[in-house]
């Protein structure tokens, strides 16, 4: 059973700190933490994806329901 997670934040928590922008928006599917995506260019999601170890994010952007693994760079 997949435990939901709830959004942290409404846009990337660094970049609303940073004053920078964001392309897409991931949520790490662990903790709750709302990062830019690859696209964007401070690329917060995977950033935190490598530092606290949490591996799995979905797409926050409308209509998307996709997961990704940065361990396996691939969709799950």
Do not use: N
Not at 27 to 47: I, Y
């Amino acid at each position: 059973m997949v435990r939901p997670v709830a959004p942290r934040a409404t846009g990337c928590e660094e970049c609303l700190r940073l004053g920078s922008f964001w392309v897409h928006l991931r949520l790490c599917l662990t903790c709750g933490h709302v990062g830019c995506c690859d696209s964007s260019p401070l690329r917060h999601a995977r950033a935190h994806a490598a530092s606290v170890k949490h591996p799995i994010v979905r797409s926050m952007e409308p209509g998307e329901d996709w997961r990704w693994c940065y361990v396996d760079q691939s969709y799950v």
